[in-house]
Each structure stands twice: as C-alpha cells, then as structure tokens.
Nanobody
Framework: QVQLVESGGGLVRPGGSLTLSCVGSGFTFSSLAMGWYRQRPGKEREFVAGITTLGGDTNYADSVKGRFTISRDNAKNTMYLQMNSLKPDDTAVYYC????????????????WGEGTQVTVSS
C-alpha cells in the first residue's frame, strides 16, 4: 500500500523558514515524479512545486519562486520543501504528491497523496 507521510509543519513568524519532509513507502520511490501542493484557508488546492524522478528538473508556482526549494533524496525515500521568507499568505495545509508531472499534470498510472501537514505563518 502506497503511503506518503508529511512532517515538519508548525508555527513560524513572518520572514522565517521551515522545511517540510515527505517519506514514501509501498512503491519504488525513484520511479515517480513528486510534488508539493497546498490548500490555503477558503481556497482550492494549488500546485506549489514539482520535481522529476531523479531531481534533475524542478518547477515552482510563481507565488513561491525564489523563496521555496524542492529536493529529494531517493536513498532515504524522502522529498523536501525548504521554505524561506515565509509570509502569512503561505499559511496552509501542505500535501505531498507522487505520480503527477512536475507541472501538476495527472497521469493515468499513479496519483498518490499524503494527509498533509499544517504550516501557520503568524506573529
């Protein structure tokens, strides 16, 4: 059974940093592109960042470009999202995905989600 488990969320002050982790199991980790999505209060789920199977290419939403960095360590079955210069508008539940392209396109083969981790940016 495929599992994706996010961790690292919490409360951080504006301008601060936070790093999220997503640990995958039940599949060949290096075989799937992965990404981060988020759902802000009162808004629809949105794409944040994507990364190819070996980490050679990445893609970011304009809203986080230059502030967030996505990476993965296939030996540890873990994907990361380093978030810097956080803003109150970054407050959201952040979700890990496996199987979608780095542009957020759904593929017929795989589309897996974690349960999310809460990030709150507030003073």
């Amino acid at each position: 059974q495929v599992q994706l488990v996010e961790s690292g969320g919490g409360l951080v002050r504006p301008g601060g940093s936070l790093t999220l982790s997503c640990v995958g199991s039940g599949f060949t980790f290096s075989s799937l592109a992965m990404g981060w999505y988020r759902q802000r209060p009162g808004k629809e789920r949105e794409f944040v960042a994507g990364i190819t199977t070996l980490g050679g290419d990445t893609n970011y939403a304009d809203s986080v470009k230059g502030r967030f960095t996505i990476s993965r360590d296939n030996a540890k079955n873990t994907m990361y999202l380093q978030m810097n210069s956080l803003k109150p508008d970054d407050t959201a539940v952040y979700y890990c995905n496996a199987g979608r392209t780095i542009y957020g396109v759904i593929l017929p083969s795989d589309d897996y989600w974690g349960e999310g981790t809460q990030v709150t940016v507030s003073s």
